[in-house]
């Protein structure tokens, strides 16, 4: 069986202003074993990462001079210096949420007057699936790119040999050192060691090989615990991000909402354990 549970939009749990602050996972059950951790080794509300689970962080937009706009975090002041993701920025207006409960999940809608209505429902949808829909209606043209960075934390064990990133095709990428503990292999990316506390490995450009861009669809493997994850709109490419708790695959679409004609994108997470 899977469960879920939240943190408020406003609860105070994350005050970052990287990442879409609707949504935030504060616990993820699947068969009695918690899957969404805290997997940093020291908690800052205001830092740019102190998220769990499936974490969606948008591209800043730039509407005026002298702001940035991030979807599900509100109106940023913007500095002399080109925008930086981990940074934390003076938020000028933060808009209002709404957090509204369902039977096995939650509906988010940021509204931010001026600029959009966002809805982000996330919702238990069977034993042992989850669903992620999104509803990005604009009141002045919104394009760009978001990413889910899928912070799962595998029942709070080590990233080492155990833990696998599958994929339905070959993939490609540049690794941004060379890397004795991780590979790309014939359908995914594998691990030769255990990570040590500290130390981080990163490809910024997966691909399908000999291809643009990839399918949404991708599996988080540790042992006999899966996560398949798909989605319903083309990935543009795929960040891989770990640590010595996690592996995140971050894939990339486009969203582009209008006035009068909105946007909407889902993702879908099914869970499994053979063991």
């Known amino acids: 069986m899977l469960s879920l549970s939240f943190h408020h939009p406003l609860d105070g749990y994350y005050q970052g202003t990287r990442f879409d602050r609707g ?25 740019h990462d102190a998220v769990c689970g499936p974490a969606e962080d948008f591209s800043p937009l730039f ?18 210096t080109p925008y930086d993701r981990f940074r934390l920025y003076p938020v000028l207006d933060s808009g209002t949420w709404e957090m509204k409960p369902l039977a096995a ?3 988010f809608t940021h509204t931010l007057n001026g600029f959009y209505q966002y809805r982000k429902t996330v919702q238990v949808t069977g034993e042992n699936t989850l669903e992620i829909s999104h509803f990005l209606d604009a009141e002045r043209p919104l394009e760009g ?7 799962f934390t595998m029942g709070k064990l080590a990233v080492g040999p155990s833990r696998q990133v599958d994929f339905p095709f070959a993939p490609a990428g540049t690794w941004r050192s060379v890397y004795d503990s991780v590979r790309f292999a014939e359908n995914g990316v594998r691990f030769s060691r255990s990570l040590a506390k500290g130390e981080t490995v990163f490809s910024g450009d997966v691909h399908e090989a000999g291809k643009e861009g990839m399918p949404y669809d991708l599996s988080l493997r540790e042992g006999p615990l899966s996560i398949h994850i798909q989605g319903d709109v083309p990935v543009t490419h795929a960040v891989l991000w ?30 499994t354990n053979s063991a």
């Not at 002298?66 to 500095?79: A, C, F, P, R």
Request: include cysteine.
């Open 23 to 47: 949504g935030i996972v504060s616990s993820l059950r699947f068969n009695g074993q918690e899957l969404c951790a805290e997997w940093f080794e020291q908690y800052n509300p205001c830092m």
């Open 63 to 80: 509407p005026a001079s002298g702001h940035i706009l991030k979807i599900g975090v509100g109106l940023l002041q913007d500095s002399d």
């Open 105 to 107: 999940g939650a509906v």
């Open 145 to 151: 790119e978001v990413y889910n960075h899928n912070f």
């Open 242 to 271: 770990a640590n010595h708790r996690i592996a995140c695959l971050e894939p990339y679409n486009v969203f582009s909402a209008m006035p009068g004609k909105p946007f909407s994108w889902t993702l879908r997470y099914t869970f």
